[in-house]
């Protein structure tokens, strides 16, 4: 019996180990298909106008990514399966083993009581016992035979129920893994679909070089515009909180002077020492905020839900040959209609327009901030504390492009530039 609880309490372990690895895979698949039918949805909007451009081009290479990441964590999936499988097969070989062995025993004991099958019998077999010793013993053999049939009939109730079960787990880890099967070739057949179609609108895309190239020209130089604004901004922003520092300092420094004359010099060297770093003075509140920003690096929530379609830095254009393009921020191609949301708790402190970027908001985080662009409407204003994930306009929806919806999205550590990307939860 203890043989068996150990047998099965092992195989429990590993079936339990990759349960829950099953459970990691199904998020990760869940988590795919919901970026898929985001893309779709994107591609659906755009679908109106039939034409192709850059950006429904990085959204259909979103969905590949997407589909690909889908196989893959199938293919895991199967993989486990077989294992589970393998698992059960020997727990029911070992059970049926077991059950077995068990029925034998019982038989024997069957065959042995057929000669004491009575009450009475058994009775007999202790009277007649040549001394005290004896019978006592033969009594103590009795009761203990009695006990062991009854553990045997329960043993093998057990083993029975044990077998039962493992029976139907196979059936169940068989269905599921049939099921993942189907899955699996139906996202290939999409996979296959999804990059002909990409072949296609690269191709129809190539032949509008010409085209592509004005309108890179045109975005660039509205993103450059955008982007000096911003600088500027920040920049006075960071120089009226150092001239707010000084003037904190000076006012420390002159109240110590008054004080006492011996602090003339300690009051020299701490005057020193603030204008030396001022870029980085912040309040309490502010430094707590500072904090909790950088703490949550690569899991803030995205400011709207989307498909990166320009990425940070400086990449290859994905159509146009020998040409760079260099972002300081990301593009994030959105559903008509969606609101851009504070990816963490600060104050607003830029509201602005510029002509062929819309409205801008910088929301400042400590000494971070991020900026949103390409807004159409804006429900917040300058001074307003807002919190985590809270609604901060309305993306602008450019007719002109396809009723296209994208937001430009920025990060900035001080004045220094950060790649979004990394910020943003996975």
Known sequence: MHRIILILFSCFLVLFSQAETLKQLKKKQQKAKQN????????????????????????????????????????????????????????????????????????????????????????????????????????????????????????????????NGKQQALIATKNAKSETLVNKQQEHQNLQRSQEKKEQMLSSLTKKESELKVLLEKQQKQAAQLNKKVDDMIAAEIAAAERRAKAKADAERKAKQKSTASAKSSDSKSSTASSSAPSVSMTKEEGLIAGGFEANRGRLPWPVKGVITGHFGLHPHPVLDHVQVNNKGIYIQTSSGADACAVYDGEVTQVFAIPGNNTAIIVKHGNYRTVYANLGAAYVQSGTKVKSRQKLGRVYVDASKENRSELYFMVYKNAALQNPEVWLSK
């Open 36 to 163: 898929i039918e985001m893309t779709n949805r994107l591609l659906r909007e755009n679908q109106r106008t039939q034409k192709n451009t850059v950006s429904n081009l990085a959204v259909l290479k979103k969905q590949i990514s997407e589909r690909q990441t889908l196989i893959k964590s199938l293919n895991e999936e199967v993989f486990l399966l077989d294992r589970n499988l393998n698992v059960l097969n020997k727990e029911k070989v070992e059970l049926e083993t077991q059950l077995s062995e068990a029925k034998a025993e019982y038989a024997k004991l069957i065959r042995h009581g057929y000669y004491h099958k009575t009450r009475s019998s058994q009775l007999m077999f202790v009277f007649s016992s040549e001394s005290v010793s004896q019978a006592y013993r033969r009594m103590r053999y009795v009761q203990q035979y009695s006990r062991y049939r009854k553990e045997q009939t329960q043993k093998i109730q057990e083993l029975t129920d044990a077998l």
